[in-house]
T-cell receptor
Framework: KNQVEQSPQSLIILEGKNCTLQ??????????LRWYKQDTGRGPVSLTI?????NTKSNGRYTATLDADTKQSSLHITASQLSDSASYIC?????????????FGQGTELSVKP | DAGVIQSPRHEVTEMGQEVTLRCKPI?????LFWYRQTMMRGLELLIY????????DSGMPEDRFSAKMPNASFSTLKIQPSEPRDSAVYFC?????????FGPGTRLTVT
């Protein structure tokens, strides 16, 4: 069964600290893995997308890693800011040539406190 | 570009009424997706279109739900009759080969 599991479910950190969110998946065939940030009351916004051959990708203070062998990904946030408070969703695409069927994780709710 | 446009942003209706949600994708995108998000189930893909043609509607919960895309710039998601368990935020997204851009969502409340 295609599944994406994220941990932790929620996380509270102090402003300026780093944190790492985890994503494990059992999706086949694998096409790509995406991390989305969803602010409260808004639609998800893409942070990174990685294909099978990529093992790291950065977007500003966000760095995603992918280990296709162990089927694990992480999202590392450096020097957190209050605006990083959001839900972070890991999404794996099974792949088809026009967008990919997406399997969504339940998300990690991050709260950055001053 | 204004991004993906959805309307209405909020909808409150009574059980049994018909509800129509609307979406205008980003110009030039050939794929359009409808999602539903609830606290219990997270984000769920309901249906997606490619070049205006429905490709996979396996996520549509039941016959009360229907979606159309009459042209490249417009899509609707209809619920008839609506039920309280349909209360959720419905997102439309459009995209190309590797990326999807989400609209702001429609928050539906069925009383």
């Amino acid at each position: 069964k295609n599944q994406v599991e994220q941990s932790p479910q929620s996380l509270i950190i102090l402003e300026g600290k780093n944190c790492t969110l985890q994503c494990n998946y059992t999706v086949s065939p694998f096409s790509n893995l995406r991390w989305y940030k969803q602010d409260t009351g808004r639609g998800p916004v893409s942070l990174t997308i990685m294909t099978f051959s990529e093992n790291t990708k950065s977007n500003g203070r966000y760095t995603a890693t992918l280990d296709a062998d162990t089927k694990q990904s992480s999202l590392h946030i450096t020097a957190s800011q209050l605006s990083d408070s959001a839900s972070y969703i890991c999404v794996v695409s099974t792949g088809y040539n026009q967008g990919g069927k997406l399997i969504f994780g339940q998300g990690t709710e991050l709260s950055v406190k001053p | 570009d204004a991004g993906v446009i959805q309307s209405p942003r909020h909808e409150v209706t009574e059980m049994g009424q018909e509800v129509t949600l609307r979406c205008k994708p980003i110009s030039g995108h050939n794929s359009l997706f409808w999602y539903r998000q609830t606290m219990m189930r997270g984000l769920e893909l309901l249906i997606y279109f490619n070049n205006n043609v429905p490709i996979d509607d396996s996520g549509m919960p039941e016959d009360r739900f229907s979606a159309k895309m009459p042209n490249a710039s417009f899509s609707t998601l209809k619920i008839q009759p609506s039920e309280p368990r349909d209360s959720a935020v419905y997102f439309c997204a459009s995209g190309g080969r590797h990326e999807q851009y989400f609209g702001p969502g429609t928050r539906l409340t069925v009383t």
